[in-house]
Nanobody, 124 residues
Framework: QVQLVESGGGLVQSGDSLRLTCAAS????????MGWFRQAPGKERELVAAVSWSVSSTYYADSVKGRFTISRDNAKNTVYLQMNSLKPEDTAVYYCAARPAPRPVFLSQGYNYWGQGTQVTVSS
């Protein structure tokens, strides 16, 4: 049984930092591209960042480039999202997702497994 468990969300102020962690189990982690999506109230789920299974390539949404960093540790079956200089518009539920392919895609339909989500709230 595949499980993705996110942690690290919370309530912070504008300009603060958070690090999200996603611990994976039940899958061959190094064979999955990992992504972080977010969904704000009334908005569609969007891909924020992704890292290929070989760690050779990463993707970032324009809105987070230069502020967020995705990384993975295949030995620990874990993917991280370091979020710096947080803004109120970053407020959303953040989801970890896994895709059994070498490279990321933008659409959520391209990911087979999802975590339960962790709330990030940034106050101004």
């Amino acid at each position: 049984q595949v499980q993705l468990v996110e942690s690290g969300g919370g309530l912070v102020q504008s300009g603060d930092s958070l690090r999200l962690t996603c611990a994976a189990s039940g899958l061959i982690f190094s064979s999955y591209t990992m992504g972080w999506f977010r969904q704000a109230p009334g908005k569609e789920r969007e891909l924020v960042a992704a890292v290929s299974w070989s760690v050779s390539s990463t993707y970032y949404a324009d809105s987070v480039k230069g502020r967020f960093t995705i990384s993975r540790d295949n030995a620990k079956n874990t993917v991280y999202l370091q979020m710096n200089s947080l803004k109120p518009e970053d407020t959303a539920v953040y989801y970890c997702a896994a895709r059994p392919a070498p490279r990321p895609v933008f659409l959520s339909q391209g990911y087979n497994y999802w975590g339960q989500g962790t709330q990030v709230t940034v106050s101004s």
